[in-house]
C-alpha cells in the first residue's frame, strides 16, 4: 500500500510540473476582484457581497491583500517569502501571519484558530477570474479510524462544516 501511494504521488508530481503555465503569481493577477460569497453551514446558505483586492505596494516584496466582507475590509498583506519556491505569507498586520504556498497560480493556506481548522484556496487559473473557497472543520469533532495494526496507520479526519465559496469576477 505504500509502494501505491507513493508512486501516485511521484505520478502527480510529473504532471504538475510538467505543465507549462506562462502566467506567474502574483504579479500578473493584480487588480480588484468583485463577486458574492456563498456561506454553507447545516442550518443553511447565505450570500454576501464580497471584493478581492491584490494590488502593488511600495515595497518590491509585498502587495496589499484585502478581503471585504459585505463592505467591511480587512487589510492584509500579501509577503513573498521565496517566489521561485512559491512560498508566501499573509500577514494580518497584528502580529498574526500566516504560511501561504502557490502550486499552478493557486494560494493555499492551511492554519488553525481558536479550536478551529481552516483551508483556504484562490484559484487565479481562468481569466480575468478568482475562485475563492474556504473550508472550515471545528478539531474537537476530528474522527479518528484506522490503526488495526502496524500496517494501518491511524487516520485523522475533520469534517467541515462551513463552506465559504465565490467566483468573483476582475474590475476592468
Do not use: W
Amino acid at each position: 500500500m505504500k509502494s501505491i501511494f507513493i508512486s501516485l504521488c511521484f505520478l502527480i508530481s510529473g504532471v504538475i510540473f510538467s505543465q507549462n503555465n506562462t502566467q506567474q503569481f502574483p504579479n500578473d493577477f493584480l487588480g480588484i476582484y468583485l463577486g458574492e460569497l456563498q456561506i454553507t453551514t447545516s442550518k443553511g446558505a447565505q450570500k454576501i457581497p464580497m471584493e478581492f483586492h491584490l494590488l502593488k505596494t511600495d515595497s518590491i516584496h509585498k502587495y496589499e491583500y484585502k478581503l471585504v466582507y459585505d463592505e467591511s475590509p480587512r487589510n492584509y498583506t500579501l509577503v513573498v517569502i521565496d517566489k521561485e519556491k512559491g512560498i508566501f505569507e499573509i500577514d494580518e498586520n497584528n502580529g498574526i501571519a500566516l504560511p501561504a504556498y502557490t502550486n499552478d497560480n493557486v494560494l493555499y493556506s492551511f492554519f488553525e484558530v481558536q479550536g478551529n481548522f481552516l483551508s483556504t484556496r484562490l484559484d487565479f487559473n481562468k481569466k480575468d477570474e478568482l475562485t475563492f473557497e474556504i473550508l472550515f472543520s471545528k478539531l474537537d469533532k476530528k474522527t479518528q479510524t484506522g490503526g488495526t495494526s502496524k500496517e494501518i496507520p491511524i487516520v485523522y479526519g475533520y469534517p467541515i462544516t462551513v463552506f465559504q465559496k465565490a467566483i468573483l469576477k476582475k474590475k476592468s
